[in-house]
């Protein structure tokens, strides 16, 4: 009954730092996304991706870059960190079709200092 | 484009009285849209969902939404609030990525939630 799992929950990096979060399903969904939360901001779209081996650019997708490993792993990588990411990262997959919820990982919280 | 609209940021209620957290949208035609729960330092949960069947949707925990064509509007409700209720609540909509064909889900803002006792 695991549903979305996302690693790592808490992480601090400085400025400049890389890393990777790393997100899994097991629903055998073809949708992907990544999202980023801020105050008063809700939710929004880093990068999603449609199917293993497709990914596109969300709302705010500068900074970071994806890989879809297959069809379950979906991750995402700060290249350089900036203060600006720090925030509250959440994984989601989705199934096909209009109706279809979403659903999300714990979500894992990333302060850049 | 689709958007969504909490008209609300901060909702206060006494414990047993009624809610009401409000949500406007937009869109260009028949949408799916959610409300997902976030209590503090933890993920989304699915309340509730329209997806053009019924237009009155029993969520859990006793929530209930009506889609509203004419007004464009898709309000939560509860009846009798509960201390557990405190939380974030956020209204979205689901549209198609025109160019993927996969589906992208539009969130509102948030209406934070407070029960006083």
């Known amino acids: 009954n695991a549903g979305v799992t996302q690693t790592p929950k808490f992480q601090v990096l400085k400025t400049g730092q890389s890393m990777t979060l790393q997100c899994a399903q097991d629903?055998?969904?073809?949708?992907m996304y990544w999202y980023r939360q801020d105050p008063g901001m809700g939710l929004r779209l880093i990068y999603y991706?449609?199917?293993?081996?497709?990914?596109d650019k969300g709302e705010v997708p500068n900074g970071y870059n994806v890989s879809r490993l297959n069809k379950r792993e979906f991750s995402l990588r700060l290249e350089s960190a900036a203060p600006s990411q720090t925030s509250v990262y959440f994984c989601?997959?989705?199934?096909?079709?209009?109706?279809?919820?979403?659903?999300f990982g714990e979500g894992s919280w990333l302060t850049v200092v | 484009a689709q958007s969504v609209t909490q008209l609300d940021s901060h909702v206060s209620v006494s414990e047993g009285t009624p809610v009401l957290l409000r949500c406007n949208y937009s869109s260009s035609y028949s949408p799916s849209l959610f409300w997902y729960v976030q209590h503090p330092n933890k993920g989304l949960q699915l309340l509730l969902k329209?997806?053009?069947?019924?237009?009155l949707v029993k969520g859990i925990n006793g929530f209930e939404a009506e889609f509203k064509k004419s007004e464009t509007s898709f309000h939560l409700t509860k009846p009798s609030a509960h201390m557990s209720d405190a939380a974030e609540y956020f209204c979205?909509?689901?549209?198609?990525?025109?160019?993927?064909?996969?589906?992208?889900?539009?969130f509102g803002t948030g209406t934070r939630l407070k029960v006083l006792a």
């Open positions: 629903m055998n969904h073809n949708s």
């Open positions: 989601a997959s989705s199934g096909d079709g209009s109706g279809n919820t979403i659903y």
């Open positions: 329209y997806t053009s069947a019924a237009t």
């Open positions: 979205v909509v689901s549209e198609v990525f025109r160019v993927s064909g996969t589906y992208k889900y539009i």
């Open positions: 991706s449609a199917s293993e081996g497709t990914t």
